[in-house]
């Protein structure tokens, strides 16, 4: 399974990106979903994650409210909307996919698959 991501770039405060997670190789129906954000000098945190139907989705506090993580089982997508952006989300984001995990094992960084990661910059 390989996982792609883009969307990430350069926005000032309060503005809003879109994350896209591209997989191949698998089949994305079957893989829960989810996002993780690494920034300088930090350990790698949870972001938000959906379940393999879309049923069920987890966010941070950090990010409740402000992020939508969302997906597109036919075109094997994942997306992380976020808004309201703070130089707080700073990041590099990490897009990854699994099988097995589900329920609040989602906010582990236990996935199998993650993808190269993309840098998000939130200037004040």
């Known amino acids: 399974v390989q996982l792609q991501a883009s969307g990430g770039g350069l926005v000032q405060a309060g503005g809003s990106l879109r994350l896209s997670c591209a997989a191949s190789?698998?089949?994305?129906?079957?893989?829960?979903m989810g996002w993780f954000r690494q920034a300088p000098g930090k350990e790698r945190e949870f972001v938000a994650a959906i379940s393999w139907d879309g049923g069920s989705t987890y966010y941070a506090n950090s990010v409740k409210g402000r992020f939508t993580i969302s997906r597109d089982n036919v075109q094997n997508t994942a997306y992380l909307q976020m808004n309201s952006l703070k130089p707080e989300d700073t990041a590099v984001y990490y897009c990854t996919a699994d099988t097995h995990l589900s329920g609040t094992y989602l906010r582990r960084p236990e996935y199998d698959y993650w993808g190269q990661g993309t840098q998000v910059t939130v200037s004040s």
């Open positions: 190789g698998g089949t994305f129906s079957s893989f829960a």
